[in-house]
């Protein structure tokens, strides 16, 4: 599913407040990309940390994004993790009528069920 930069819905801020306090009952923590990264790093993620806000989670890249306007962000439906699924970024060159690869990284939110395929070149 093709995710673009946006504020967190309400339904992501709820699904990312129930994972990140999973562990910490009645706790409330609030959803912020330094937690859920923290947790992320916890559990063996490498990365700088560096988020991008999407209407339905977070995508932490595996290497910073100079400029996120210009990349789509695909989220991988069908790989999912209980926090989120795996995603990459891809910049789409208009002249060439393809997308190309720009690294990997790590969906934390609501992954939606629908499917929609990309060919990358």
Same mark, same amino acid.
């Given at each position: 599913?093709?995710? =673009? @930069?946006? %504020?967190l819905?309400?339904?992501a801020? &709820? #699904?990312i407040?129930? !994972?990140?306090?999973?562990?910490?009952?009645?706790?409330g923590?609030?959803p $912020?990309?330094?937690s859920?990264f923290?947790?992320?790093?916890?559990?063996?993620? &490498?990365?700088?940390?560096?988020a991008?806000?999407?209407?339905?989670? /977070?995508f #932490?890249?595996e290497h910073?994004?100079?400029?996120? $306007? %210009? =990349?789509?962000?695909?989220v991988?439906?069908?790989v999912r !993790?209980?926090?989120g699924?795996?995603?990459? =970024?891809?910049? /789409?060159?208009?002249?060439? &009528?393809? /997308?190309e690869f720009g690294g990997?990284?790590? =969906?934390?939110?609501?992954? @939606?069920? $629908?499917?929609?395929?990309?060919?990358i070149?």
């Amino acid at each position: 599913m093709r995710r =673009f @930069p946006g %504020a967190l819905t309400e339904d992501a801020e &709820q #699904f990312i407040g129930n !994972w990140l306090n999973s562990d910490r009952a009645g706790e409330g923590v609030p959803p $912020s990309a330094s937690s859920i990264f923290a947790r992320l790093k916890g559990g063996g993620l &490498q990365g700088h940390g560096a988020a991008i806000e999407l209407g339905a989670g /977070y995508f #932490f890249p595996e290497h910073d994004i100079a400029d996120p $306007s %210009a =990349f789509a962000i695909f989220v991988a439906s069908g790989v999912r !993790w209980v926090h989120g699924a795996a995603g990459l =970024f891809l910049r /789409y060159v208009a002249n060439a &009528q393809r /997308y190309e690869f720009g690294g990997v990284g790590v =969906f934390v939110g609501v992954v @939606p069920k $629908s499917v929609e395929s990309i060919d990358i070149q």
